[in-house]
């Protein structure tokens, strides 16, 4: 499942997919994979990526528009 919001919010907080990649102890080419929708982002990745954007998983996953 593609997430376009993971990219969104990537690039509103001019962070890079090596930066995330390294906040969430991941390689770059995984974390690429998890933003284009080429592997299932695991919830403990949805979960930490909440927190550093500061919004809800629910508008991560696009189930909301509100943050």
Known sequence: MKLPRL????E????????LAEMLLIKQNT????????????IEY???????YKVSTDYLLELRDDM
Request: hydrophobic share 25%; proline share 3%; aromatic share 12%.
């Open 7 to 10: 990219k969104e919010l990537r």
């Open 12 to 19: 509103e907080y001019g962070y890079s997919q090596q930066k």
């Open 31 to 42: 974390y690429s994979q998890y933003e284009n929708g080429v592997r299932d982002l695991p």
């Open 46 to 52: 949805l979960i930490k990526l909440s927190q550093i």
